[in-house]
């Protein structure tokens, strides 16, 4: 059966990637049309990347049917799977996001502490309205979300938007296991990995090559100074102490709230040197588009796995590849909870693996948490839940419960002033929040 896919965000230089994810898929995952989405302030980008995209189908001779629009709900009907990788505010939005909490003397970071809030607050009215243009329009179609915080996001729109068939994704679980398969010089096939946790907070708790346990020998990798960091991320290495006696595969998000003044101190003097991630990231995705206006260029740039994101269509493709076949394999993705986590609500959204079937994932069951991660996780899911609140209630309060209950945050005296500061920068994605917010 012929595939349709609608991509929202379609002008991202992300594109290239799932598109080249769903050519090399061709013979399992039948996708015969494609569209890509976006907005009017993102058009020249859409039509760059639609140029590059009909140019890599074209020269890998695939049947497949591209076309791209603004027009978001012409461009749903009929579709089967709907991928969001959407940026509000774009990367101006995000440099506020790291500068501003810097400013402030707390982690700037765009899915982490009071960036990913803000980032949360412009994205989930966004894709609430996404997820009930797709429930009415074409609701047997899943919905899988890349965009970040997708925790967060994904537990909002399950919440709050009258479309369930919704999965969130995320490149980290799929980049730690393919380094540990480096690791381990092994193929990555043979390697499987127990993820526990949150998105951007999950931790391996075991790791096999053909149902023998190697965890040991992989923390013993990482404390020889090895490393599964994205290239949005300077890992800074880990202590042995750290690792033996955690006795899990830490993510390289971890180092935000287990190194939080030394990755507080890295953070500003790459922000005096350098600017902001997001500053660096411009940088990048220009000499990117300037790739992608080349007439000639009918493939992925190797430039794009300097995005932090890079390899996330791996993830999404393999998804909804698996879910059209019915596969039954397992993947790791952010799903509602159920019972699998005894510690967490049934209705929190978790990172945990599934098998993959044609009616969406089934969580493998982990039962209690270990009890070093348990409070860390728990108060996590409870500022996620509170920042899904906020974003929904637009109060004040909300969002100062929220900053209160974020680990990267809780100074009760200095919340006031960084949030009057965010909220006044990015006034004009926050609609939901009345103007006193601001004053």
Same mark, same amino acid.
């Given at each position: 059966m012929a595939v349709k896919v609608v991509i929202i965000g379609g002008g991202s230089s992300y594109t290239p990637e799932i598109i080249e994810g769903l050519i090399d898929r061709q013979a399992t995952f039948p996708v015969r049309e494609i569209v890509l989405v976006d907005i009017e302030e993102g058009r020249e980008k859409l039509e760059i990347v639609g140029r590059l995209a009909e140019r890599m189908i074209e020269k890998a001779n695939a049947e497949i049917t591209l076309s791209w629009t603004l027009d978001r709900r012409a461009a749903l009907v @009929? %579709?089967?799977?709907?991928?969001?990788?959407?940026? $509000?505010? @774009?990367?101006? #939005?995000?440099?506020?996001? +790291?500068?501003i909490p810097l400013k402030h003397g707390f982690i700037g970071q765009e899915t982490n502490g009071a960036g990913g809030l803000f980032k949360a607050f412009r994205t989930i009215p966004v894709l609430i309205?996404?997820?009930? +243009?797709? %429930? +009415?329009?074409?609701?047997?179609?899943?919905?899988?979300?890349?965009?970040?915080?997708?925790?967060? $996001?994904? +537990? %909002?729109v399950l919440k709050h938007s009258s479309h369930k068939k919704v999965i969130g994704v995320c490149n980290i679980p799929f980049n730690m296991r393919n380094s540990v398969a480096e690791i381990l010089e092994t193929p990555v096939e043979r390697v499987a990995i127990e993820f526990i946790g949150l998105n951007h907070f999950v931790f391996g708790r075991h790791v096999w090559v053909d149902g023998v346990d190697r965890t040991n020998d992989v923390?013993?990798?990482?404390?020889?100074?090895?490393?599964?960091s994205? #290239?949005?991320? $300077? @890992?800074?290495?880990?202590s042995e102490s750290f690792l033996s006696s955690l006795g899990m595969l830490p993510n390289p998000y971890h180092q935000y709230y287990f190194q939080t003044k030394d990755v507080l101190k890295k953070d500003l003097e790459a922000y005096e040197q350098n600017g902001t991630r997001a500053e660096v990231v411009q940088q990048v995705e220009a000499q990117l588009f300037e790739k992608y206006k080349d007439v000639d260029l009918a493939v992925k740039p190797e430039e794009l796995e300097k995005r932090g994101g890079a390899y996330y269509s791996d993830a999404a493709?393999?998804?909804?590849?698996?879910?059209?076949?019915?596969?039954?394999?397992?993947?790791?993705v952010n799903t509602l909870n159920n019972g699998t986590i005894r510690d967490l609500p049934d209705d929190a959204v978790i990172e945990v693996n599934a098998v993959i079937t044609k009616s969406g994932p089934r969580p493998i069951s982990i039962g209690?948490?270990?009890?070093p991660i348990r409070g860390l996780i728990t108060n996590l899911k409870t500022f996620e839940q509170l920042a899904i609140q906020a974003a929904v209630s637009g109060t004040y309060e909300d969002a100062y419960l929220a900053c209160l209950m974020n680990p990267l945050i809780q100074d009760e005296k200095r919340i006031d002033p960084l949030l009057k500061e965010l909220?006044?920068?990015?006034? #004009?994605?926050?609609?939901?929040?009345?103007?006193e917010v601001y004053s």
């Open positions: @009929g %579709a089967d799977f709907v991928s969001t990788q959407i940026r $509000v505010g @774009g990367l101006k #939005a995000r440099a506020l996001d +790291e500068r309205d996404l997820a009930n +243009e797709v %429930a +009415e329009i074409c609701p047997d179609a899943w919905l899988v979300n890349f965009t970040n915080p997708a925790g967060i $996001v994904t +537990e %909002a923390l013993a990798s990482l404390n020889a100074g090895n490393d599964y994205p #290239a949005n991320i $300077v @890992g800074l290495g880990w493709c393999n998804l909804m590849d698996s879910i059209h076949n019915d596969r039954g394999d397992i993947q790791t209690a948490l270990p009890l909220f006044t920068a990015h006034e #004009a994605y926050l609609p939901q929040f009345k103007k």
